[in-house]
């Protein structure tokens, strides 16, 4: 098959083929999939958790990610032609997968994110999930092997544990670039078409963002309302943490730290939002019940802080005034005085 893209005065121009690991390493397709899994899993999108996992016997998984009903799915990725142990190695990495609770898989997220935010937060936000259905993490574990080329072996072999009830999937992509560089990757399920879906466990992290680059991605009605929250945590001495889209502010004792909020930009499944964690004061300072409940009740008060299952989430999608982002902040003054009073558990 060939392929062109038309230029700006009507002429075609050919995309060639060409094989992808003459001009990219593996780690460069684990990146192109990480970013942008709703590409590669169009049908039934994939939520990454880890990258680079390590499992107990030192073998390193290529990514590990969640699908929509919290299935697990195991990605072995080949920038080539998949060699015979391929189908071994994937079984392997399985058969240590499906061992792993939800806290075990909510550790490699955290590690890998950067995020304090929980997996089932993150999940219900990532897949947009409303209900109050609990997902279930890690009844089962889909296998997914993509590589520019899949072997007859290979298909040959998943196709058998496809039947014997092994949830297999494989797909190829082909590599295109025409002579001035531009570059199109196309992907096709060859194997599972017919249904696709698409000890302390370390996993490599994605880049952390700083105050900079957080301001960077945020719209105008965003970037008034968070550098009026930044000058407020530098005026009161609070920590701010950093992950891979968003921080979480807190405030910090003698004997550890707490929770208050969190904060993330448009790109984030969130959306650009300030997000509760009752959880935190829950889990850490004494007597949190009347904490939470002024907590909360003040924020309603507000009118511009909706539900978010146990949490409030203020969804910041148009523009605030400087003394409605005060009420919030004083808000905020209130419950850290209430949190220092009643001290950590």
Not at 292 to 310: C, P, R, V, W
Request: a negative charge; hydrophobic letters at 35%; proline letters at 2%.
């Amino acid at each position: 098959m060939k392929m062109f893209t038309i230029d700006k005065n009507g002429n075609l121009i050919l995309y060639k083929e060409q094989l992808y690991k003459d001009s990219n390493l593996e780690k460069d397709l684990e990146v192109l999939l990480e970013n942008s899994p709703e590409y590669f899993f169009e049908e039934s999108n994939v939520l990454i958790i880890g990258r680079q996992v390590i499992t107990n016997l030192n073998s390193i998984i290529d990514l590990l990610g969640i699908d929509k009903n919290g299935n697990t799915v195991v990605i072995e990725l080949k920038r080539d032609k998949t060699p015979r142990e391929t189908i071994a190695q994937l079984l392997e990495y399985a058969s240590f997968i499906e061992n792993l609770d939800y806290s075990q898989l909510n550790e490699i997220y955290r590690d890998y994110s950067g995020e304090e935010i929980s997996l089932e937060d993150y999940h219900r936000a990532y897949f947009q999930n409303e209900t109050d259905e609990k997902v279930s993490f890690n009844k089962s574990t889909k296998l997914v092997i993509v590589a520019q080329e899949i072997s007859k072996e290979i298909r040959q072999t998943a196709l058998f544990l496809r039947k014997k009830g092994i949830d297999i999937y494989c797909m190829e992509f082909k590599y295109f670039e025409t002579e001035f560089g531009e570059r199109i990757i196309s992907s096709d399920i060859v194997v599972g078409q017919e249904e696709f879906i698409r000890q302390k466990i370390y996993s490599s992290s994605l880049p952390k963002v700083n105050k900079q680059k957080f301001l960077n991605l945020l719209d105008n009605n965003g970037t008034e309302v968070f550098q009026k929250i930044f000058e407020f945590a530098e005026q009161k001495g609070l920590m701010i943490r950093w992950g891979s889209k968003g921080f979480s502010l807190n405030v910090e004792l003698t004997s550890g730290s707490v929770g208050l909020f969190y904060g993330f930009p448009p790109s984030s499944a969130f959306n650009q939002s300030i997000y509760t964690v009752f959880g935190d004061i829950t889990k850490k300072v004494n007597h949190p019940e009347n904490i939470i409940t002024s907590y909360k009740k003040s924020l309603e008060n507000l009118g511009y802080f909706q539900d978010a299952k146990s949490n409030l989430k203020w969804v910041i999608d148009k523009a605030y005034s400087v003394d409605e982002v005060n009420q919030f902040l004083d808000i905020i003054e209130q419950v850290i005085s209430e949190i220092k009073k009643e001290g950590l558990k």
